[in-house]
């Protein structure tokens, strides 16, 4: 396929609006979350608004990116973009937690399309002495709408409205979808292949399944009840369905041939533990300086801004070293920084000050920022056109599918523990203590300054002790999956970037 420089300007920007407008939306949504649980209420079932999102991102990720190899790219990017932009719109308008969450769920089809169809253009219009630089930049993007998210999501809820989060997604998908269809001419010709449709509705049936269980479990129902048995037997089932159904699929969701390549493998395993990590940092430290250090939904948005900058500066660096040094090499470095700043935020308190919390999040950042750019590439190093789709869309299927499990596994741990600890702490005192925790139980009052003026300080102190303690709880453990990351980094072998402009694909 050939386009004119023009138009190659005019699709690259169409491509980086979309994939800018998918990449904020969880960050823009997570600064608004205080206000809109407060609003629309549901404190148990928040943690569904993002993870209903992450769910049909993740099934539609390798089913789009399969079809856009069968049949155009074009097509199925529009297809996508439309949807999700129909979801956006929906979510706007809902007028309760379990609403939101439905409609998170459709924008979360659409946003299945945008990234993995997004990278794969980039790799049939560019050759490859430019792709190290296009990717890099893709990944700048990644950190720059982390950056502008929390920020533009702050100002918007406290000036306009937290629906307007949702609304801000249609004027850019709008200008995203005119560049993409007046400008975007791709080659007629593609693969015909066999969609795994048993193999994606199995796993999705599977991780659906192990999310009810651990977001009910212990809380509607205990944890020997005949409902948490049976979800955790249909994971069990559904999972093992799933692993078989790959083996013999034609075309597999997960396809297990490529995962003979230690560069491949490596990079998806990655992309999986970052993301299950990377989500909770996203979610809860906001929430930590809402409900810890009693700020605004704008002053969470700006406390966010270091570690985006970092993730930015992180990306930049991945991207443009890409070419000079291993893959490896760039990600020990990453995984390093990556594992320093998530043991540090491990040990937050009431009694950290903000300077530190900024040092400890632009630490983190800049350790999760490479692997915005480098994963996607090593995912797709020295492979056939044929299988770039694929590639990608399974290393974003993967780091998808871990962002899911880890906001529900992290998630449900983080309620438990405060749940517990606060229980714990008011045992001794009585009525008004009770009262308290019924209503936080209804909604986040201590994410209003004005509500938490209202609550007598030594309730107070308990509640901040508690929401304190279980974020940091979870930070720490996100130390494990992180640790494993470490070895999986050391398995990617001397695997670099080389520009030779006769090959079709990056040559090791």
Known sequence: MELKKSNISLVLAGLLLAIFMSAIDNTIVATAMGTIVSELGGLEKFVWVTSAYMVTTMAGMPIFGKLSDMYGRKRFFIFGLTVFLIGSALCGLAQTIEQLSIYRAIQGIGGGALMPIAFTIIFDIFPPEKRGKMVGMLGAVFGLASLVGPLLGAYITDSIGWEWVFYINVPLGIVALFLIIRNYIENPIHTKQKIDWWGASTLVIAVVSLMFALELGGNKYDWNSTPIITLFASFALFFIIFFFVELKAEEPILPFF?????????????????????????????????????????????????????????????????????????????????????????????????????????????????????????????????????????????????????????????????????????????GSADAAMANIGDTRQIFEPSVRETIPAAILDKIVDAMSSSIAHIFLLAIIPIGVAVIFVFMMGNSRVVIEKKQDSPQQ
Do not use: C, W
Request: charged letters at 10%; zero cysteines.
């Open 258 to 430: 490529l995962f003979k390549r230690r560069l491949f493998a490596s990079s998806q395993i990655l992309a999986f533990l970052y993301g299950g990590t990377f989500i909770i940092l996203t979610v809860y430290i906001p929430i930590f300086i809402q409900a810890v250090f009693g700020g605004s939904a704008t002053s969470a948005g700006l406390f966010l801004t270091p570690m985006m900058l970092g993730s930015v500066a992180g990306s930049a660096i991945g991207g443009i070293f890409s070419t000079k040094t291993s893959y490896r090499n760039l990600m020990i470095l990453s995984v390093v920084s990556y594992l320093s700043g998530m043991s540090l935020l491990s040990t937050l308190t009431p009694d950290t000050s903000r300077i530190l919390l900024t040092v400890f999040m632009i630490i983190v950042g800049f350790g999760m920022g490479f692997s915005f750019s480098l994963l996607p590439t090593a995912s797709q190093h020295n492979l056939e056109p044929r299988h770039r789709g694929t590639a990608n869309s399974t290393n974003a299927f993967l780091r998808t599918l871990g962002m899911t499990m880890g906001i529900t596994i992290f998630g449900t741990i983080q309620n438990k523990v405060f749940t517990n600890q606060l229980t714990e702490s008011f045992k001794d005192m009585g």
